[in-house]
């Protein structure tokens, strides 16, 4: 079992909808996890770090992180078509070094006008 | 800033051949790593460096080779490409270590590598 389940999609929803897209893992060390955003043809950017359980707002965005459950989440709020990306999750047991984080496959994400 | 920048976009190589793909940074980050991304794979750390003169392998280093000798650059070499290394590369850098205590994980374009 991969450590991070992420399904890939694609993810099609009207614009202004409510977009929920999730991961899971498997292994319970991990305490940092982050989402990325992915345009076609570019890097990822970070879009939201939580640290251990709890959940984080950032306008349009809310992350969730669910650690009894190993499952994590990102919210999307009245959804735009500038909100079509690949969305990545990441997790990382250690604060200390970037050689931990460890990636989901990503969901590709489409808003309709 | 640049911010991260990668060249080449694009590049086509034969089975055998070597090449380096070239990534630097102006942000004077300490921290720099190179991934690779590949369809239904997501991302895969290959190579990363702490500071100038330290590296370490990540999860796929098979097949390549870094070095720091500067804090604004990170070249991967790859020794004898392989079909299985066509994928898309992404070097990135931070300040500290990565996205933990809020600090941002800069990502550059990519470069986009094809071994026939």
């Known amino acids: 079992q991969k450590e991070v389940e992420q399904d890939p999609g694609p993810l099609s929803v009207p614009e202004g909808a409510i977009v929920s897209l999730n991961c899971t893992y498997s292994n319970s060390a991990f305490q940092y996890f982050m989402w990325y955003r992915q345009y076609s043809r570019k890097g990822p950017e970070l879009l939201m770090y939580?640290?251990?359980?709890g959940n984080k707002e950032d306008g349009r965005f809310t992350a969730q992180v669910d650690k009894s459950s190993k499952y994590i989440s990102l919210f999307i709020r009245d959804s735009q078509p500038s909100d079509s990306a690949t969305y990545l999750c990441?997790?990382?047991?250690?604060?200390?070094?970037?050689?931990?984080?460890?990636f989901g496959k990503g969901t590709k994400l489409s808003v309709k006008p | 800033n640049a911010g991260v920048t990668q060249t080449p976009k694009f590049q086509v190589l034969k089975t055998g051949q070597s090449m380096t793909l070239q990534c630097a940074q102006d942000m004077n980050h300490e921290y720099m790593s190179w991934y690779r991304q590949d369809p239904g794979m997501g991302l895969r750390l290959i190579h990363y460096?702490?500071?100038?003169?330290?590296?370490d392998q990540g999860e796929v280093p098979n097949g390549y080779n870094v070095s720091r000798s500067t804090t604004e650059d990170f070249p991967l070499r790859l020794l004898s490409a392989a079909p299985s290394q066509t994928s898309v590369y992404f070097c990135a850098s931070s300040y500290t270590a990565g996205p933990v205590g809020g600090d941002t994980q800069y990502f550059g374009p990519g470069t986009r590598l094809t071994v026939l």
């Open positions: 460096s702490v500071g100038a003169g330290i590296t």
């Open positions: 990441a997790m990382s047991e250690y604060g200390g070094s970037q050689g931990n984080l460890i």
């Open positions: 939580t640290y251990s359980s």
